[in-house]
């Protein structure tokens, strides 16, 4: 992640602020990068910002946008475009980098029953639930949805990965099915579905189901 | 242009979303084009009551946030076709109002329907205020207990305060709805009686609904309770006061307890 900081600077901590505050431990975990290009920064407030961002518990990986003269041995290393370029220029034979490992799924695991009101979004993949969907409740997942339970409220699946997303659960109960924005609701869904286990999934726009 | 109303009141489960459904189907009944608008957001039952929970694809706060159109919204009833629902979400923000997307919403809503009726959340808070702001009448739902009868003049007050009508300097016209009210506690003093509540209100009455099994019934039943059972004692009650908001002038019968019947002519008891 790179958080991009502009003049004037108050202002931007002053947003930065209040963002943090709708959404706290969003950067906890995370690896940020800092973009000072939109800033005529020195070394003094580059000190400055990294301590401010140290004490809301923004932990920096690297800088960008900022010349070489300004970043010492107690800074994160200068970057660009998420490459060390310190690296790069170096003499030695550069050591072949680990082979990544394959970047980790992620998926959501709610093992609860989920109640009404409450609303469940994985965007980056599947979300399963090991309990019941109350009515009332939604779940939003990027990928597919799993629910071992009764699915009484609303699941919207393949918000990222679109069609190819399908929706399983044991009981169907459900206000509202959708995938990849086709959507269906309780009255139109067949008799036969109803309180049974189903898997959904779409073909050409159409929503399919068949018993589990 | 529509007539906009909101029920309101400051305490909760006093018979506000009833009474919107109520008061709503009873008017559609009559022909004119109805909207009915959920604006507790977070907690929505307008819907259920309604039977309309298993129709809801996009709510309030779509709209508002420009998300979806107001036609896509709205849900029309099954069973009065002038009848039309515009629900509230329950897993969005109840901050997800604004002033700005309400006013849009009714603006729209007005042009389009003869009556707006909108159920707003209980208490004093934004949710109540933006419910309240476009009304032009205001349906004030009390129960005959004295907590309720206080909390309602505290919103008598901000009606008088916060409603565009008050800012440009009118008047919001108010009406008292008294609900549950069971006329053998009115009798035995269990009960404040209707004249104690006028008093302390001072609000030309609406109408006083009857306890009844039957409200609970159609309300499970996801029914107007004024539609569910017409000939029910509740039901004739809403159907009366629908009347007296379209202008008619009846008169407000209090409910008494039943006759013994004949025989209870025959018993006096000796001084």
Redesign the interface.
């Known amino acids: 992640m790179t958080l991009v900081a502009d003049a004037p600077i108050q202002q931007w901590f002053a947003d930065f602020d209040v963002w943090l505050q709708r959404s706290p431990g969003f950067f906890t975990g995370r690896t940020v990068v800092l973009d000072m290009g939109g800033t005529a920064a020195g070394k003094p407030e580059l000190e400055r910002w990294i301590s401010e961002l140290a004490a809301r518990g923004v932990r920096l990986v690297g800088l960008e946008g900022v010349r070489p003269s300004m970043v010492d041995a107690s800074m994160p290393p200068m970057l660009r475009g998420g490459r060390d370029i310190s690296l790069a220029i170096s003499d030695e034979i550069a050591v072949p980098a680990e082979p990544s490992k394959p970047a980790e799924p992620v998926n959501m695991l709610i093992e609860q029953k989920v109640r009404s009101g409450q609303s469940i979004v994985c965007l980056e993949g599947d979300i399963t639930v090991v309990g019941s969907v109350a009515s009332g409740a939604e779940i939003i997942a990027g990928g597919s949805i799993h629910v071992y339970g009764a699915l009484c409220g609303r699941a919207i699946a393949g918000a990222t990965i679109g069609s190819k997303a399908r929706i399983f659960c044991t009981r169907m109960e459900a206000e509202l099915i959708a995938i990849d924005g086709a959507y269906m609701t309780a009255e139109d869904l067949d008799g036969n579905i109803r309180s049974q286990a189903v898997r959904v999934w779409l073909d050409n726009d159409a929503m399919r189901f068949a018993a589990l | 242009m529509a007539k906009i109303i909101t029920v309101t009141s400051g305490k909760g489960g006093v018979g506000k979303t009833t009474t919107t459904a109520a008061l709503g189907a009873a008017l559609a009944r009559t022909g004119d084009r109805v909207a009915v608008v959920d604006f507790d957001v977070?907690?929505?039952n307008l819907d259920l009551v309604m039977g309309a929970?298993?129709?809801?694809?996009y709510d309030l706060v779509n709209v508002v946030q420009g998300d979806a159109r107001l036609s896509q919204a709205l849900i029309r009833d099954k069973r009065v076709e002038t009848l039309f629902l515009l629900p509230a979400s329950?897993?969005?923000d109840k901050d997800a109002l604004t002033e700005e997307g309400v006013d849009k919403v009714i603006g729209e809503l007005a042009t389009q329907f003869d009556w707006v009726i909108c159920d707003s959340p209980a208490g004093i808070e934004r949710g109540a205020t933006l419910a309240m702001r476009h009304c032009d009448i205001a349906v004030v739902v009390t129960n005959p207990e004295v907590s309720s009868v206080r909390d309602s003049d505290r919103i008598v007050g901000i009606l008088d305060a916060k409603t565009l009508k008050a800012i440009r300097g009118e008047t919001v016209d108010k009406r008292l709805l008294l609900t549950r009210y069971d006329a053998a506690r009115a009798a035995r003093g269990d009960m404040l009686k209707t004249e104690d509540v006028l008093e302390i209100l001072s609000l030309p009455l609406l109408g006083i609904i009857p306890e009844s099994p039957d409200v609970l019934k159609a309300s499970n039943f996801g029914v107007p309770v004024s539609i569910h059972d017409p000939a029910s004692a509740p039901a004739r009650a809403y159907v009366d006061a629908a009347r007296r908001l379209k202008g008619e002038n009846l008169t407000v019968e209090v409910p008494t307890t039943q006759r013994l019947g004949l025989f209870s002519k025959f018993l006096r008891r000796a001084a």
């Open positions: 977070g907690l929505r929970e298993r129709r809801v694809v329950q897993t969005r």
